[in-house]
């Protein structure tokens, strides 16, 4: 296992994945739009290890070309939520769905012997259950996370002793990245106690699960050094904390300062959910290493560094936003 595919390299996840494998002494193809910026990577654009390409997972002669020699494909890259997909929903399907048909074929026909595919915990829908495990059935609500359901039985269906296959439904990540999003809870959050002094809580009731970008990418580091058969044709959740939406934005403000105020505003959105890790970690012992809380002082650090300009205005760090402006066809 050395020579490494990042599918998204250049996303939010990539963007602390990709120096992490290069660190380990993997070498690393990136292939990405680099819709977000293409200075994301600059930490370790000059590493020897590191080939960037810049293209679409959708074109099949690029594909053709990029996957020969690789030995492991991380599978990061998709239209990334709800909103963005809903902008255009032929178009999310033909990437976060169609072309992962055909990525998982020519990987397979080309010798990868190992795929990992970020998934999504939004596949299990609206759940009674006080914890969601992966015992339980799908139920989708959106085309978005109806077609990470079906790229699952894809990969499952294509898995073998000698193309390995692992699923990965993450929780909602947090904390800061070279390619930054503020468009998810604790961030969302974080930049307006910082920036505005002020959060609104929209109902706050609502359970969600959290887990720090850092532990997302050592995830996924830690998946490429177990033995094959014990990871293959496995589904794991990965999240952390399950925690109110309303406490998340007392945690943001205990970090902050106690100037910040909260708002509670009504919301028609209820969906609530505590999302199960015990299997990842009876499983192959995976145990997250970071709180939401240190998500939170890093973001309070980041913007403190001036890493995260303009952070109310830049279209850059808002996934619906940018897609908006770009009209990706």
């Known amino acids: 296992m050395k020579n490494i595919l990042v599918t998204g390299g250049a996303g939010y996840v990539g963007c602390v994945l990709v120096p992490k494998l290069l660190a380990k002494g993997y070498s690393v193809k990136v292939l990405d739009l680099y819709i977000y910026g293409e200075d994301v990577l600059n930490e370790v654009k000059t590493h020897p290890g590191l080939e960037e390409i810049k293209g679409d997972i959708r074109d099949k002669k690029l594909l053709e070309k990029v996957i020969p020699g690789v030995d492991a494909v991380i599978h990061l890259a998709c239209i990334s939520n709800d909103p963005s997909y809903e902008l255009d929903p032929d178009l999310g399907k033909s990437i976060n769905y169609d072309a992962f048909i055909q990525l998982v074929e020519l990987s397979k026909k080309n010798g990868v012997k190992r795929f990992i595919y970020a998934s999504s ?7 009674e259950e006080e914890e969601v495990t992966e015992n339980l059935p799908l139920e989708p609500l959106t085309d978005y996370s109806i077609y990470k359901a079906k790229c699952e039985d ?3 269906s294509a898995a ?9 439904r993450p929780s909602t990540v947090c904390g800061y990245s ?3 999003r503020l468009d998810l809870t604790v961030n969302i959050l974080t930049n307006y106690a910082i920036n505005k002094g002020e959060i609104t ?7 969600r699960p959290n887990l720090h970008i850092e532990d997302m990418a050592d995830l996924y580091v830690y998946l490429l050094e177990l033995p094959g058969e014990k990871i293959n044709k496995k589904i794991y959740n990965a999240g952390y904390e399950n925690h109110k939406v309303k406490d998340i934005a007392k945690m943001v403000r205990e970090v902050i300062g106690e100037q910040v105020t909260i708002k509670t505003t009504p919301t028609d959105d209820i969906r609530s959910y505590r999302v199960s890790s015990k299997k990842i970690k009876e499983e192959i012992g995976f145990i997250p290493k ?20 303009d952070s109310m205005t830049d279209i850059r760090y808002y996934n619906i936003k940018t897609m908006q402006a770009i009209n990706l066809k």
């Open 178 to 180: 070279p390619r930054m």
């Open 154 to 156: 894809v990969l499952l």
């Open 290 to 309: 970071h709180t939401i809380t240190e998500a939170i002082l890093d973001l309070k650090n980041a913007f403190e560094d001036g890493k995260i300009p």
């Open 201 to 207: 809580v929209f109902g706050g009731e609502q359970m």
């Open 160 to 168: 073998s002793p000698d193309f390995i296959a692992t699923i990965i």
């Open 121 to 127: 915990s939004s596949v299990y829908g609206i759940k």
